[in-house]
Every structure is written in structure tokens, then in C-alpha cells.
């Protein structure tokens, strides 16, 4: 392979061998160098989350349009517990099993749970406008109309 230094290309080396020798569900991580959790591989002149290389060593493809993970450990490059899907799905299992942040837990957040449960509250009563709500709580009124529609802020009733 051009462009492979030797440290390269024994990663590349062992990553196949581990995914050839692996057989369990258990998962397998990279041990070397990571970009945001995901253990990455030089392959054909770019980098490559391990992952996304396990899925085309093990089904002679790439993932499409992109590789998720049902164990949710990004380390892990087990063919087994990746799988093809969506940006939404992704998205999806990142909400449904509360990996990130959300609400205040994202520290740009500037209401709280329980202010975006008086912000629906008051809406609802018919009597005040989106606007109004928005300069109480110091938020613009597009604010106001993602939580009042359930875009933003889902997860609280």
C-alpha cells in the first residue's frame, strides 16, 4: 500500500487480525490513537474510523451512508455491533439511550427543565404570545415556538 508508514500498516495488520480471530459478541477496542473516542486507521491514503473499516473488512463494503454502533462504545470496532444507517437514525439512538447531552445538561442551555414546563404551561392557556414568553425568559420567540411544538425539549412533558 503507498503512503503507509510501518506503524500504519501494523495497525491496519492488526485490526484485521483482530476482527479475523474475534469470535464474540464482547466487544473489541482499539488500542491505539483515538479521534473523539473512535479509534482511527490510516487505509488507502485517509483516515478511517476503525469501525467503519471493520464493517467493510467483514461485509466487503462500506456502511450506507453511514456506521452506527448497538453498543454504543465508540471504541469498539466489533463487525457485529456495527450496522448500516442513517445521520437520523443515529441521532435517534443517541436520544433513546441518553449518550450526550440534553436539556441543562448542555452548558449553552439557557432555560431549565422546569422553566420550559411553565413556558408550555403558559402557552396553553391561550392568553399570552410566544413573544411575550420569549422576553419573560430572555430567549427569542423561535425559542419559545420549537418548545411550545415539541421540536426542542422533547423529553419533558
Known amino acids: 500500500m503507498r503512503g503507509?508508514?510501518?506503524?500504519?500498516?501494523r495497525k491496519l495488520d492488526w485490526l484485521i487480525a483482530a476482527i479475523n480471530n474475534?469470535?464474540?459478541d464482547k466487544c473489541l477496542l482499539w488500542p491505539f490513537g483515538k479521534s473523539k473516542g473512535y479509534?482511527?486507521?490510516r487505509f488507502n491514503e485517509k483516515?478511517?474510523?476503525?469501525?467503519?473499516?471493520a464493517f467493510y473488512f467483514a461485509n466487503g463494503r462500506w456502511p450506507t451512508p453511514e456506521a452506527r454502533h448497538t453498543c454504543d462504545i465508540r471504541a469498539c470496532f466489533n463487525p457485529g455491533h456495527i450496522t448500516e444507517g442513517t445521520r437520523q437514525q443515529?441521532?435517534?439512538d443517541k436520544w433513546d439511550r441518553r449518550r450526550g447531552g440534553w436539556g441543562e445538561q448542555i452548558g449553552t442551555s439557557k432555560l431549565t427543565q422546569q422553566q420550559v414546563r411553565?413556558?408550555?404551561k403558559e402557552y396553553a392557556t391561550g392568553n399570552v404570545s410566544q413573544q411575550a414568553?420569549?422576553?419573560k425568559f430572555g430567549v427569542v420567540?423561535?425559542?419559545i415556538g420549537v418548545i411550545v411544538r415539541r421540536v426542542r425539549w422533547k423529553q419533558i412533558e
Open 4 to 9: 503507509v508508514n510501518s506503524s500504519t500498516g
Open 22 to 24: 474475534h469470535n464474540s
Open 39 to 41: 479509534g482511527v486507521v
Open 47 to 53: 483516515d478511517v474510523k476503525a469501525p467503519r473499516l
Open 90 to 92: 443515529n441521532d435517534k
Open 118 to 120: 411553565t413556558i408550555r
Open 133 to 135: 414568553i420569549a422576553d
Open 141 to 143: 420567540q423561535s425559542t
